[in-house]
């Protein structure tokens, strides 16, 4: 059974920073992609980061330059550091696992974690 579970989540000042956690089990990390998303009280979820089995990342327009993901495949575990946080980072954030490499859509994560709140609040 595939499971995903995020960590790492809290209340930070704005210009702030947080590690997320997203640890895997039930499948080997090594040919995955793992996504983290987030979704804003009344707004939908959004793609954040992505990184593929081969260590390729892509990360969306708003927290370019502030976000960096990365894997660790001995720990099973992917992380989100967080720089530089202003409020509109503020959501639940979600890791997901796709074969091999980042889809483009929602629909091709097929397993996802629970989610792990971050609040970006002075």
């Known amino acids: 059974q595939e499971q995903l579970v995020e960590s790492g989540g809290g209340l930070v000042q704005p210009g702030g920073s947080l590690r997320l956690s997203c640890l895997v089990s039930g499948f080997t990390l090594d040919t995955y992609a793992i996504g983290w998303f987030r979704q804003a009280p009344g707004k939908e979820r959004e793609g954040v980061s992505c990184?593929?089995?081969?260590?390729?990342?892509t990360d969306a327009a708003s927290v370019k330059g502030r976000f960096t993901i990365s894997r660790d495949n001995s720990k099973k575990t992917v992380f989100l550091q967080m720089n530089s946080l202003k409020p509109d980072d503020t959501g639940v954030y979600y890791c997901?696992?796709?074969?091999?490499?980042?889809?483009?859509?929602?629909?091709?994560?097929?397993?996802w974690g629970q989610g792990t709140q971050v609040t970006v609040s002075s």
């Open positions: 997901a696992a796709a074969p091999g490499w980042c889809s483009t859509s929602e629909a091709g994560f097929g397993s």
């Open positions: 990184i593929n089995y081969t260590g390729v990342t």
